[in-house]
Every structure is written in C-alpha cells, then in structure tokens.
C-alpha cells in the first residue's frame, strides 16, 4: 500500500483542474493581450478564472493579482505595505515567529533596510491570540501579516479577529492563506483582510501558479517590470492553462468544504489519537484549532530523517517539518517557536491528510508508525541513555 500523507507539501492534482487546463495547451492557445479572436478567447478564460477565484474569496475580481505562487504573493504583499509605510514614516511590521519562510525571509531582508520586526510568541497553546496583536500595535505599524493557518503544525489563527482589530486600528492586514484556501471558508472582506496569499498546488491545482487579494486602493508595488498585464501590477504574459486550473480546482474545493473537510477531520483525529499512545510523544500545533488534515507530533529519541526514510520504505509518504526545510539539518523554526528543544524537535513527523486519503490508509499509517518508532528507538544510544536514566526524559 503507498499512503500520500504529504499534502501540506503539495497535492495531487483534480481530473477536474486537469480537464480545465487542457484546451489551454491545445486550442485556445492564444496570448491573452492580443487583440484577434485567438488571443480574445485565452482573454475570457483568464476574466472567468479571475471572477471563479473572487467568488472564492468574497471579493470583486479587480482584487486578485495571478502570481507564480504563494512565495510570490506573500513578498509583494509584504513589500507593497513596507513601501507604503515608509513613505509615511511607518518602518514597524508585527508577524509571527512561525510564519514560512517566504513570509520570513521577506522581513528579514527589510529588517535589513531599518525596518523594526516584532515577532509574536507562539508558545502558549502553540498559536497567536489576537490580543497580542492589539498589544504590539504601534503609531508606526505599518503591516500586520500573519498567516491563516500554519503549514508544520496546523494551528489556524483568530483571523477575523485579528482582522477587526487592525482595521480599527488603520492597519494593513496581510495573511498568507496557502494552506487555508480550499480547505476553510475564507471570506475577505467579512474577515477584515486587506491582502491575502493563496497557491493553487495546495489545494489540488497546478504547481507554479498562485494569487494575491489586494483590497482595492491599496498601493501595490511591482515585484517583475514589463508589460501591463495584472493591471501593470504584474508584468508577464499569462499562465493561463495555470490559472485556469487553478480557479476550477479552488472552486472544486470551497464549493466542498462542508462535506469533504469533516470527514478529513475525522481521519485526522483517528491518527492523533492513536499515535498519542506512543509512549514519549507530544503533540504538536493547537488541538482545537486546527487544520482538518495535520497531525504533527514530536518523538523523544529518534531522528525524524530516519524516520521519514522508514516510513517511505513501508509505503508511507510523510514529512518532518516542511518540505523546504528538509535537507537541512537545522531542526524546524516553527518546533523551535513553540518551545521544543532541539533533541525533540529533530525527532518530528508531519502527516497531512486530504479528502483523497481513506480509513484504509489511516489503518495502515497506525500500524507502520509505532513500529517504525519502536525499531529506530531500539537502535538509538540517546534512548538507551534515556531508558537507563544517564539521560532525562523531556516528554
Ligand atoms: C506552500 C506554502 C507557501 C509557498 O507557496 P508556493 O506556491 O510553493 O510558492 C507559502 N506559505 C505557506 C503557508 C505554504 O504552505
């Protein structure tokens, strides 16, 4: 049996985005910026999409920017409002200490241009309250950006509430929603959002294509020059057959949300429960509020690379931390954030469910995961360390 639990990573894709994208390779190939009825016809495509994805987000369609992902989203997002800011003296950005690196490495790179980060504790209940935002607010923020729903752990942030109280405030509130989008209901304009990042390869769709939600008036800057497509906000001709696939699989997964996400859920709580008999486990990322398809735990003694490579061999696809992580061998920043130590949090497991996944499969990941973990324990001296007591146990 091959187990796909992987997709916080990415996603397989839907026959439906498959068939939206093909007569964009075929036929209707034309360059949407043409004027003739070839490039007329790429041109309705790229309007229809645009108003499928708006009608996913609950705002106008001149609202949602194609970009070539989310990494690309959140950095124009985040370097729009810094611009904006400084122009009126405003160089403070309030984030949170487990954002992606997308998100992080933007900030960093501004910090490095004067501008004040302050980054929000995630250890208490491995989330942020939204108080704490209100807290960090100052007369010279000028961005608030904190993702939607975190990509290691699970934890789905008060968003609304985090909404209401920068525009009360006069804050630009900017979330990265790449593993929200398809997956919760997300309504921008109820939620108080100004900007929004989402991608189309996490919720079922095409690699390499995403989008940016900027509230109208707000002053985007250009991150590529060149022509004027995206309203001149995004220079390049279209990824259209992208695009296209993108907004079927998007509105595919919001218009199913109620019915595929609690079943999701389910699969879900059946592995956390589960896996939590593990003796030295901790589980991580907020246990109520959480994404419908993350389990992330933490085993005392193992090595999560070892692990993972196990897992695989048995026909389970999983992760330790994020993709874009792995490989390194720093152990994640988001286990560090919510205050594991560096033994535990190298000893992590990612698995991330989607309504493709079956009770046959959990059955299976249930069987393989504490054999695996019992065998790799076997063979670690920091477990026979821990299990003779030269070593203390953390969890
Ligand atoms: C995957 C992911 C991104 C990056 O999106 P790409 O389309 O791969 O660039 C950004 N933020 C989060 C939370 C993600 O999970």
Request: net charge negative; glycine share 6%.
């Given at each position: 049996m091959q187990v796909y639990a992987d997709n916080a990573a990415t996603t397989k894709m839907s026959q439906t985005a498959i068939r939206a994208m093909l007569p964009y390779f075929d036929?209707?190939?034309?360059?949407?910026?043409?004027?003739h009825s070839v490039g007329q016809r790429a041109k309705e495509a790229l309007d229809a999409a645009r108003e499928t994805v708006a009608g996913c987000l609950g705002c106008d369609p001149r609202e949602i920017i194609f970009t070539s992902g989310g990494s690309e989203a959140d950095n124009q997002a985040i370097i729009s409002a810094a611009r904006y800011g400084e122009k009126h003296g405003k160089k403070h950005i309030i984030t949170t200490a487990f954002e992606h690196h997308a998100v992080l490495h933007t900030l960093k790179k501004l910090e490095k241009e004067g501008f004040e980060v302050t980054y929000l504790d995630v250890r208490e209940g491995h989330n942020v309250k939204a108080q704490q935002v209100k807290d960090a607010i100052?007369?010279?923020?000028?961005l608030v950006t904190t993702m939607y729903?975190?990509?290691?752990?699970g934890s789905v942030l008060p968003i609304a509430e985090i909404g209401a109280i920068c525009r009360e405030a006069g804050v630009p509130f900017h979330t990265d929603a790449v593993q929200a989008a398809g997956h919760l209901h997300i309504h921008v304009k109820e939620q108080n959002i100004d900007m929004l990042s989402l991608s189309g390869?996490?919720?079922h769709g095409p690699k390499g294509v995403g989008a940016l939600y900027v509230r109208r008036g707000f002053p985007l800057v250009n991150l590529i020059e060149g022509g004027a497509q995206e309203r001149g906000k995004r220079a390049g001709t279209e990824n259209i057959p992208g695009i296209c696939g993108m907004a079927a699989a998007l509105k595919e997964s919001c218009d199913h949300i109620d019915e595929n996400m609690p079943r999701v859920a389910a699969m879900r709580d059946r592995l956390i429960e589960g896996l939590?008999?593990?003796?030295h486990c901790a589980l991580n990322g907020d246990r109520v509020n959480r994404l419908p398809g993350n389990v992330s735990f933490c085993f005392e003694g193992i090595e999560g690379e070892s692990l993972l490579l196990l897992l695989d061999q048995k026909g389970v696809c999983a992760s330790s931390g994020s993709a874009c992580t792995?490989?390194?061998?720093?152990?994640s920043h988001v286990l560090l954030a919510i205050g594991r130590v560096h033994d535990v949090a190298h000893g992590s497991l990612r698995l991330s469910l989607s309504e493709y996944n079956t009770d046959a499969e959990i059955d299976h990941i249930l069987k393989v995961v504490p054999e695996v973990v019992q065998y790799l324990r076997n063979m670690s001296p920091v477990w026979r360390d821990l299990q003779t007591g030269k070593r203390q146990y953390i969890l």
């Open positions: 036929n209707i190939y034309g360059n949407p910026s043409s004027l100052r007369p010279d923020t000028c729903a975190n990509n290691e752990i390869h996490k919720f939590s008999q593990i003796p792995s490989g390194s061998l720093d152990p």
